[in-house]
């Protein structure tokens, strides 16, 4: 039988409600709690139809209401499932909100995404509907929603917010609807494997919610606080790290940026005061560049969350000095496990750890990276590093409709499997060392593309680097290092290779070959698509 939703085991899930991390609440329950509590304050701003947009905690309510009422008019019911590809558009949150109240799930898409990702999501859910928008950078992507209800039978409409059709839903009559069972599943998120379409993610009220509500806490999000949403708001690091939710959890303002190049960004945090927000180190990179110019006030933000991938020692040491604020490093996963740096950690430890986990539940085994079968009792030694393994009470105890693959991404025991390799300090913080699907095996010797990758980004002419492998019929695999130069002349390939020779690493460290290029392909949410450069790498290997 093919398992939808693996719960908790009914002793752990007792345990968590003891302990005060699951407490019944739902979403729109929540959302109710904060119009009680904040209802003139704004809620969110955002840009849409060509204007701004500035709602309230009450209009943000109100409008849920209403797009839950048109949502049932509409046939759709509790536990249907609905693909939601939005980008930061201000419609993303009552609707959103507005689904959680009927009991239906969001199934969180990104824009990036295309036909055979949504068809994807589509089937694999047996969604009843797509909802979107009508053009976005240049891609229409109503039409690619209903291409895509013309192929999935179970998909049997198609909301395009913008259109008279939305507009009529979400004025339907607010009506009383009854609360979902908040242990239930809440939302299906996505996986971040670089391999194969993404695994679907079922995520709780309950769990998710205890993720929110200590994100916001670590973060000192307070109702003055204003967080801006760089990143595409449906992945899960600004949405819930400490993301939109956790700003709405807190009363605080969401401000929803268009797009999360620094003129944009910049422009935001000015003229809404901003106090947080969080991006990839890419992103981070571009905007310490761009702050030396000087055109913008920056002063109100306090803290630059840095997630998604690991952000190296060389950027973390410039964010402070360029933004003039505190840098947070966040590590986490979709799956569950979050960890922050704490803002009163001391300046060495924020600069060359991912964080520690939110909650003393969370349980962490580091292990033989070598053995895929590990036990999750069979540790390496402190120090060393090892393949994270994790489960606590806001981490997956499988995937939606995957049971052959969560026999092996998951243990016995209910550990989730991560793929990463880190190395635990004696504070319990971890150090991100890389993939274990992206080392490098040199001819036997295992590179970490990331510790390459910190090397050549100390390098005064270097933006950013990307380390790939490129096979090599003598040593099995060679590294390429793909290098982004910083405004005006760029370093040569000797003068990089012969940069990291210098800084005296081992010498099959050093990159074999070094490609110069002005910019780095990106997934969705903004981290370098390594799969785009290794295939940039297959081409130029044919060519030659």
């Known amino acids: 039988m093919n398992a939808d939703h693996v719960p908790w085991p009914p002793e752990v899930a007792a345990r968590y409600r003891a302990a005060g991390h699951w407490r019944g609440q ?5 959302l109710t709690s904060l119009r009680a509590a904040h209802a003139d304050r704004t809620a969110v701003v955002g840009e849409q139809g060509g204007g701004q947009v500035r709602w309230t905690y009450a209009d943000l309510d109100d409008r849920a209401h209403r797009i839950a009422a048109g949502l049932v008019e509409l046939g759709v019911r509790a536990g249907d499932r609905v693909v939601v590809q939005l980008p930061n558009v201000p419609e993303f949150l009552p609707a959103v909100f507005g689904l959680w109240r009927v009991g239906a799930w969001p199934v969180f898409a990104l824009p990036a995404h295309r036909h ?11 969604a009843v509907a797509v909802l979107t928008v009508d053009q976005h950078e240049r891609h229409d992507h109503a039409a690619t929603a209903r291409a895509v209800a013309a192929e999935v039978p179970s998909v049997r409409h198609v909301l395009v917010v913008g259109s ?3 507009a009529d839903l979400a004025a339907a009559a607010p009506r009383e609807l009854p609360d979902p069972d908040p242990a239930g ?6 996986s971040g494997g670089s391999t194969g379409l993404p695994k679907l993610i079922p995520r709780t009220h309950d769990d998710y919610l205890y993720s929110v509500r200590e994100s916001a806490r670590i973060c000192a999000l307070r109702p003055d606080s204003a967080y801006l949403a760089a990143l595409p708001v449906a992945h899960n690091y600004p949405l819930s790290s400490p993301g939109v939710l956790g700003a709405l959890h807190a009363g605080a303002k969401v401000v929803l940026a268009p797009r999360p190049d620094a003129d944009t960004a910049f422009r935001l945090i000015e003229a809404e005061r901003v106090t947080i927000t969080g991006v990839v180190p890419p992103l981070a990179a571009a905007w310490v560049q761009a702050a030396a110019r000087g055109a913008h006030d920056l ?3 306090e803290v630059l969350l840095v997630g998604g991938a690991k952000c190296g020692r060389e950027l973390a040491e410039r964010i402070g000095p360029a933004l003039g604020c505190r840098l947070q490093q966040v590590f986490g996963m979709a799956e569950g496990l979050v960890c922050y740096t704490r803002l009163d950690d001391p300046d060495e430890v924020v600069l060359s750890t991912q964080g520690r986990p939110i909650s003393l539940d969370d349980e962490i085994r580091v292990v033989d990276p070598d053995d895929p079968r590990a036990a999750s009792t069979a540790e390496v030694p402190p120090g060393e590093v090892g393949a994270l393994l994790t489960r606590g009470p806001y981490t997956i105890r499988g995937y939606y409709r995957a049971d052959a693959h969560n026999a092996t991404a998951f243990t016995p025991d209910g550990f989730y499997r991560t793929g990463d390799l880190v190395r635990r300090t004696p504070t319990g913080h971890l150090e991100v060392v890389g993939r274990a699907k992206e080392q490098i095996n040199r001819g036997g010797e295992k590179v970490a593309a990331e510790e390459v990758e910190n090397h050549l980004m100390a390098h005064p002419g270097v933006l950013d680097a990307a380390v ?7 040593l099995g695999e060679r590294t390429c290092a793909y290098v982004v130069p910083v405004a005006g002349a760029a370093p040569t390939a000797p003068e990089l290779r012969r940069f990291v020779r210098d800084r005296g690493v081992a010498a099959f460290k050093v990159p074999d070959l070094v490609q110069v290029v002005e910019a780095f392909p990106v997934t969705g949410v903004g981290k370098t698509s390594k799969r785009e450069l290794r295939a940039a790498l297959a081409a130029l290997a044919k060519e030659g």
């Open 468 to 474: 790939v492998a490129v096979p090599d019929a003598y």
């Open 299 to 301: 002063s109100s933000l």
């Open 116 to 126: 055979s990702e949504l068809r994807h999501f589509a089937e694999q859910s047996g």
């Open 26 to 30: 739902t979403f729109g329950a929540l």
């Open 164 to 166: 008279a059709e939305f």
């Open 185 to 190: 599943v809440a939302f299906l998120q996505l």
